[in-house]
């Protein structure tokens, strides 16, 4: 933080504001004025990555951040494309910040934004799910609105892509994984009123695994693994409510018994 890298206010060399922002706390930069458009670049994905890194290791061991600034307050842009960067072809109109996502209307940039800075969104509303719950907030109605507005832009940009090895890159398939996490919990707190709700985003969660790639993906990510664990934990809760109720025993309880087997295989592996 000494460094002012979560205060990078524009992504572009020289730098250029397209609109005024919020006042924040002044602090003594560590770091000279930078040179060129890489190396702005090299401060805005350092930045980003350390971000990630700290919201992860949060998330899995259930341990406070260790960069405590509010999301709202982070000024630095979310991450472009970097073939952008290199040929110094950043545009005022993609530029787009963290604090936005909280917004209830959210612009999206006039060209696609990286799947990184997706995930870095996911990890947001992911961590302010867990705030808004650890801190009993009563009405989780606009969080919950926010994070479900947030998933269908990334259903849109699954939609878009086309059958291929670039199906899903990891940092999509994370941010698919975080943001539905995100709203189980968060259905999980409202009680029996979203209950369907839950089921139905703990089967799409076991559904992501039908595909070899995505499972792969999931085998090889700590947060992935530690997330689907909730999805596991509410089917298995289902599938003893439908064990109780007789009269919905049948090809019911056997998807959700073999959606559990597909969580199951990624979920009981050993990270040490």
Known sequence: ??????????????????????????????????????????????????????????????????????????????????????????????IDYLYKVFQSTQRQPNRAESTFASFVKSLALLRSARVALANRVDDLASVIATTQSFYRFLTGMTDSLTEGTNLMDRFLYSAIVCTQTALLQLFRATGTSGATEQVNIASSLADTLRS?????????????????????????????????????????????????????????????
Not at 11 to 22: D, K, M, N, R
Not at 30 to 39: A, F, N
Not at 254 to 271: C, G, N, P, Y
Request: proline residues 7%.
């Open 1 to 94: 933080m000494a460094c002012g890298l979560h205060h990078i206010y524009s992504p572009t060399f020289p730098p250029h504001i397209q609109e005024p922002l919020p006042a924040s706390t002044d602090s003594v930069a560590l770091l000279r004025s930078p040179t060129s458009q890489m190396e702005v670049a090299d401060r805005i994905f350092t930045f980003w990555n350390t971000f990630v890194q700290d919201q992860i290791y949060a998330v899995v061991h259930g341990f406070a951040p260790a960069l405590d600034e509010r999301l709202e307050d982070i000024r630095t842009p979310l991450p472009r494309p970097l073939v952008e960067y290199e040929q110094n072809d950043i545009r005022l109109q993609d």
């Open 212 to 272: 070899p790639y995505n499972e792969q993906l999931a085998r090889g990510s700590q947060l992935i693994t530690h997330c689907l664990k909730f999805a596991q934990a509410v089917l298995e809760q289902h599938r003893q409510q439908l064990v109780a109720n007789r009269s919905s025993m049948g090809s019911k309880l056997a998807d959700v018994e073999e959606r559990i087997s597909m969580l199951a295989r990624v979920t009981t592996q050993d990270w040490y």
